[in-house]
């Protein structure tokens, strides 16, 4: 019973999560927790400042490693971000690592936080 009761919660939350990621509720903390500290501004690496302004950064501007742009609205597999964390930057022309760099991939659900907020159009909500 209990356990029938958590199984529909977890589909009614799964289902409301896959139909409108917030950037401010879901993906500013991924952000926050684990890419800002090396995304700073004055040393920025990648030449990538998440901070104070992430999403500016990142919806429509072009990226430095590839010629993909790093969000590209709707589009996951060509935002190079989304590339970044999958790890197949190189396969667009892009270069260096994995990220976060040199640490653990996000997990699973994380990256899949990223990608449907950029196929929902990564929007500033
Ligand atoms: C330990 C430091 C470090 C952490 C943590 C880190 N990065 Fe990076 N990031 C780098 C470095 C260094 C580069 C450039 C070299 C490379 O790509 O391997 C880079 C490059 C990038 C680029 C390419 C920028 C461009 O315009 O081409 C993106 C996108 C990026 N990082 C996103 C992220 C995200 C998202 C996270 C968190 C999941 C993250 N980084 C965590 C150090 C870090």
């Known amino acids: 019973m209990i356990l029938q009761f958590s199984f529909a919660l977890a589909a009614v939350i799964s ?28 040393a920025e690496q990648g030449e990538l400042s ?6 500016s950064r990142l919806v429509g501007n072009p990226s430095v490693q590839s010629s993909l742009l790093r969000v590209d609205p709707g589009s996951p597999d060509s ?11 190189e396969s667009v022309g892009g270069s260096g690592l994995q990220m976060p760099f040199q640490q ?10 990223i ?11």
């Open 115 to 125: 990608r449907l907020w950029i196929e929902q159009g990564a929007k500033q909500n």
């Open 79 to 89: 935002s190079y971000l989304y590339l970044k964390l999958i790890g197949t930057g």
């Open 104 to 113: 653990p991939s996000l997990d699973p659900d994380q990256i899949e936080t």
């Open 15 to 42: 289902t409301a999560h896959a139909q409108g990621i917030s950037f401010e509720r879901d993906v500013l903390p991924i952000l926050n927790s684990y890419c800002v500290m090396c995304h700073l501004p004055g």
């Open 50 to 55: 998440l901070y104070p302004d992430a999403w």
